[in-house]
């Protein structure tokens, strides 16, 4: 049987052994001297004059006086009489006083401690397991973020315009919903009833704000705001304003669609002497359909002619071909756009 134990070489007592206490404290004392390793420094290259018992040190490189000759790394404390030096093992630590840092004996050499930087840690869990893909796992009924003073935000980051930055909703581990950046910087809301296929409900444009609805909208309330009655436009063949206009002036009143339709319409009475100009409200890009009738009784009829984009000539005739003049309603149909 050895001696010395296995890792700190400390000294057995042996059966029948005299003096036993030279043994055991001779063990106390190696076991003082490693045990909750704190050192004074390790950048003193010459023992100090006047060292207090128990003091310990890392000898440097190159040290000298007397711990000349060292092998640099080892640990020397002084035991009241004399220094005492000791080959750290593989694993040990060591806090270092002066620098208030902590190492690790690895590799042959003092090196700092692979711990993550202050105030962070690898992986945390509340009530759950944290892995390596979830390193902050928390299960709870509720999650509270609140605010400092003020406001309080919630920021999602990823490394280019292609990777994910989402929210993930799921049912038994498996996803239903999911909103965020996926894939692209644009918006968007993703479902799906098993986790596998997924559909785009609604996205928006990063570069205009404008939103798509790839499935299509069901709309059981109310629809309003400008964006519904305002100012129709178009570019490029695409709606880029109201879906409908309305308007009103002299010549009557019009209603503009998105589609590039305009409806126009007006009473007035017709002449006698010949026909009525009735100049659109709303001019059309090409000349429209104009029709009507007469409002008064007697059988009449109503006719357009000299029809152009903004106006068309109206007249009445009565059953012998003459123009007569009588309350008229017309309307004309054509495009916009």
Known sequence: MSELSANLSLPFLAPAQAQKHVTHNEALTLLDAVV???VLSRSMAAPPAAPETGARYILPAGASGGWAGLEAGALALW??????????GAGWRVFVLDEAVELVWRGGDWQAMPLPPQGQTGLLGVNAAPDMTNRLSVAAAASLLSHEGAGHQLKINKAAAGDTGSLL?????????????????????????DGASWRTALSFEAASGRAHAPQGVRVDGTLSGSGVLGTVAQLA??????????????GGAYLRLADGTQICWHTLTS??????????????????????NCASGGAHLLSAGSVAAGSAGISAWDLTGARVAVGSAVMAVGRWV
């Open 36 to 38: 909750q390793l704190a």
């Open 79 to 88: 035991d009241g009489t004399a220094w005492r030096v000791f080959g750290p």
């Open 169 to 193: 909703f799921q049912t038994g581990w498996s996803g239903r919903a999911e909103m965020g950046c996926a894939g692209s910087d644009e918006f968007s809301v993703k479902v799906s009833e």
């Open 237 to 250: 063949g695409e709606s880029t304003g109201a879906l409908l206009e309305t308007g009103e002036g002299a």
């Open 271 to 292: 002449s006698a002497a010949g026909a009525v100009s009735w100049s659109y409200p709303a001019d059309f890009a090409a000349p429209p359909v104009v029709t009507g």
